[in-house]
């Protein structure tokens, strides 16, 4: 099993930064993709961007040069930079993890946290 826990959402004014964190944990030998999505209120979950454990980042073209994603894979972190954050940047933000191998050589996939709360007021 896997646990992603994330952290760093709040409340920021337009224009502002936020850094999002999110931390796994559980019996991880490695983990080959960690993504962010959003879910803004009253709407489907979004896909925002990803980082392969070799670094090859892709992100949702509305975030696009002003959020970044990045990882530390010693400390199965994942984070998001958010820059020139917007109105509609407000939603639910989680942390998803793809293609875990676990201590033991086994395979499992599709882990979310609980998601964190990023407000962004105009």
């Known amino acids: 099993q896997v646990q992603l826990v994330e952290s760093g959402g709040g409340l920021v004014q337009a224009g502002g930064s936020l850094r999002l964190s999110c931390v796994a944990s559980?019996?991880?030998?490695?983990?080959?993709?960690m993504r962010w999505y959003r879910q803004p209120p009253g709407k489907q979950r979004e896909f925002v961007a990803t980082c392969t454990s070799g670094g090859i980042t892709n992100y949702a073209d509305p975030v696009k040069g002003r959020f970044t994603i990045s990882r530390d894979n010693a400390n199965n972190t994942l984070y998001l930079q958010m820059n020139s954050l917007r109105p509609e940047d407000t939603a639910v933000y989680y942390c998803?993890?793809?293609?875990?191998?676990?201590?033991?050589?086994?395979?499992?996939?599709?882990?979310w946290g609980q998601g964190t709360q990023v407000t962004v007021s105009s």
């Open positions: 559980g019996s991880i030998f490695s983990i080959n993709f």
């Open positions: 998803n993890a793809g293609g875990v191998r676990d201590s033991y050589g086994g395979w499992s996939d599709n882990y």
